[in-house]
Nanobody
Framework: QVQLVESGGGSVQSGGSLKLSCAAS????????MGWFRQAPGQEREGVAL???????YYRDSVRGRFTISRDSGKNTLDLQLNNLKSEDTAMYYC?????????????????WGQGTQVTVSS
């Protein structure tokens, strides 16, 4: 059974940093497309960063240069480093995995989801 458990959220001031982690179990994460998504109240869930089966990385325009996604295959973990945070980054952040190495942005393409971790940025 695939399980994803996020940690590392919290509250920071604008310009601050956080690191989110996702512990995966029940499969070999290096063979999957994995990603971080976020959802703010009243808004649709959106993709933030993806990493494919060959460790290629992809970012939404608004976070490129500030966020970094990485994977530790030995530990079966997925991280997201968030730097220079802005108030518009405030949301619940979710880790997700998609069977197969190919990545695509739509949330419905992902098969497994964590429970989420809250990131709150105050200006």
């Amino acid at each position: 059974q695939v399980q994803l458990v996020e940690s590392g959220g919290g509250s920071v001031q604008s310009g601050g940093s956080l690191k989110l982690s996702c512990a995966a179990s029940g499969y070999t994460s290096s063979r999957y497309c994995m990603g971080w998504f976020r959802q703010a109240p009243g808004q649709e869930r959106e993709g933030v960063a993806l990493i494919d089966g060959k460790d290629g990385t992809y970012y939404r325009d608004s976070v490129r240069g500030r966020f970094t996604i990485s994977r530790d295959s030995g530990k079966n973990t997925l991280d997201l480093q968030l730097n220079n945070l802005k108030s518009e980054d405030t949301a619940m952040y979710y880790c997700a995995a998609r069977s197969g190495g190919y990545c695509d942005w739509p949330p419905h393409q992902f098969d497994y989801w964590g429970q989420g971790t809250q990131v709150t940025v105050s200006s």
